[in-house]
């Protein structure tokens, strides 16, 4: 008998070794292992959505034909031998898992029968392709892998070859602080049914189960739970996008509210990285949808762009940067993470708290929450990247190796020294203040760079500027602001910087 061993993260109807096969010919398992908390605590959030979106798929397959095996297990290693044994499997059938550890995984374990690799339809770019596409350039850049994707896909072409509108990227239209009072379009929650709440209340034991043995247990809270757990309710959510929010998506990309976590954000990525949304079926479906309601042009392009461009070159890059990417700190950053990032509270800093709250609730924040809250934070306090990483890893709930890599590492944390992002995405706290409302609740100053009132963004940046100054005058697009820091008189940098310390070691 064939087997084919369908991922947590590939419930994806068309996925590629179910495709290959019928349901008469072949028996499918499926792993619901708790083996993944010894290595990682994750957000109870995020256990729901894959565990309940398994048990689904699995219930689907069966609908299909399918002879389907969900196994609970302790370990993905045992759960398979048993089966493979039980079922006397012949062969055994995966499609490319998106993660390098659990590929080099796979291939570690002594397995009795041979097993057949299916190249992955998870992405429109497999990673031979990417690699063509990246051997020529000595510095990869984004835009020209996306145009080359527009032009490969035939996504918002013109007929004669040109970008529809006459320009690839309107990103420059997309950049508005928040006015006062900005109200985002609530978003699609769905009620839990009979198999979430099951597993809801599984997860919640698990969590029970590590605290009573003294370990730590699970952050977040695992109800309300409102994520789509089937292939149909993403669908729902991407339609529930494209009537809200895809005309206005992109003004206000940038712009953080509190009590409004999710604005004109797509909301997409959980589905997108579990295979419960294919990339191709979004993209065609935004483009078609968004010509027709005739979507101003800057708002479709810069949702496409994500998706096609960003989500794809991200990926591209994890395996094209190699296996010893996860590794870099190029900044010798070694601070330990404080204990408000486990907690998801009491940091004292409002930006800080109100994303923290809203992780905690549902294991997601938006881009500009994570790039200049978040790895903002991480980047310029220097904390370890490797452990900051692994804690966005655990607390989102799209967080997937091959994602956390290159964005938080990369593009957030500078930790490959510029492979990613052409200068560190470094900011004070002017910033969050020009593009939010939460330094108006904060009991810091955002004008201030010393003193105990002191906005710790702002003490922290400059501290990051004069501690790594050698290397960053070395890139060009940090001229500017290494001026301004030569600028700073001698003492008051000094005060800055005591601000920075002192912050650093709380
Ligand atoms: C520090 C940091 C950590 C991140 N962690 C994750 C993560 O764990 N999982 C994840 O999927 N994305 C991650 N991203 C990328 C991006 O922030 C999320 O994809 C996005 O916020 C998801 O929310 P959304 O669906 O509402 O996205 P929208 O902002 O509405 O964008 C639409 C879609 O574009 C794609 N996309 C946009 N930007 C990126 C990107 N940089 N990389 C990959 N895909 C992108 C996603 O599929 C997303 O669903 C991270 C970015 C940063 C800077
Ligand atoms: S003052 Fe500083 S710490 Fe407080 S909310 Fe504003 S940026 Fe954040």
């Not at 097993?115 to 596409?133: I, K």
């Not at 609530?186 to 003294?214: N, R, Y």
């Not at 964005?407 to 560190?424: E, I, R, T």
Request: hydrophobic share 45%.
């Amino acid at each position: 008998m064939i087997g084919i061993w369908v991922l947590g993260d590939q419930l994806d109807p068309l996925h590629a070794a179910l495709a290959a096969h019928n349901p008469s010919d072949a028996r499918v398992l499926l792993i619901e292992s708790s083996s993944v908390l010894q290595q990682y605590r994750y957000h109870r959030q995020k256990l729901v959505l894959v565990w309940s979106a398994l048990r689904h798929f699995a219930a689907e397959l069966r609908q299909q034909g399918w002879m389907v095996d969900l196994v609970e297990a302790r370990s993905f290693e045992e759960a398979l031998k048993d089966w493979l044994a039980e079922h006397q499997i012949s062969e055994l059938h995966l499609m490319e898992p998106a993660e390098r550890p659990f590929r080099e995984g796979i291939e570690r374990l002594p397995l009795p029968i041979p097993l057949v690799w299916h190249l992955s339809n998870a992405f429109l770019w497999s990673r031979d392709e990417f690699g063509a596409w990246a051997a020529p350039y000595k510095q990869l850049r984004m835009e020209l892998f996306y145009r080359e994707g527009r032009k490969r896909f035939g996504v918002l072409m013109s007929s004669d070859g040109q970008p529809l509108g006459g320009q690839w990227n309107f990103d420059q239209e997309n950049r508005k602080a928040p006015p006062k009072g900005l109200v985002g379009p609530e978003p699609l929650v769905f009620e839990p049914d009979e198999l979430t709440l099951a597993v809801i209340a599984k997860v919640d034991q698990l969590a029970q189960e590590l605290e009573a043995a003294s370990e730590s247990g699970l952050p977040g809270i695992s109800a309300p739970f409102g994520w789509a757990v089937t292939r149909s309710q993403a669908l729902a959510v991407l339609e529930h996008f494209i009537c809200t929010r895809l005309d206005g998506f992109g003004p206000f990309q940038d712009a953080m509210v509190s009590g409004q976590p999710t604005l004109w954000h797509a909301l997409l990525s959980p589905y997108l990285n579990i295979g419960l949304l294919q990339p191709l079926e979004v993209i065609r479906r935004l483009e078609q949808a968004g010509l027709e309601r005739g979507t101003p042009l800057a708002c479709l392009e810069g949702v496409i762009r994500q998706i096609l461009g960003w989500r794809e070159y991200t990926h591209g890059l994890y395996w094209w940067f190699g296996a010893d990417y996860p590794a870099r700190n190029h900044f010798g950053a070694d601070l330990s993470l404080p204990d408000w990032l486990e907690r998801l509270e009491g940091s004292g800093m409002s930006c800080m708290d109100t994303v923290l709250a809203e992780i905690e609730i549902s294991g997601y924040a938006h881009h500009i929450q994570r790039l200049m809250v978040l790895a903002n934070y991480g980047l310029i306090a220097g904390l370890d990247p490797q452990a900051f990483t692994a804690w966005f890893h655990r607390m989102f709930i799209d967080g997937y190796d091959w994602v956390m890599q290159t964005n938080v590492l990369g593009m957030g944390l500078f930790a490959d020294g510029g492979l990613l992002a052409s200068k560190p995405y470094a900011a004070s706290g002017s910033y969050i203040n020009r593009m939010s409302n939460y330094c108006k609740g904060c009991s810091y100053n955002p004008k201030q760079r010393s003193g105990p009132d002191a906005c710790p963004f702002n003490s922290l940046y400059w501290d990051f500027l004069a501690r790594n100054q050698e290397g960053l005058r070395r890139n060009h697009r940090m001229g500017l602001v290494m001026k301004q820091l030569e600028r700073i008189p001698d003492d008051e940098l000094a005060a800055i910087r005591s601000t920075a310390a002192a912050h650093r070691v709380i």
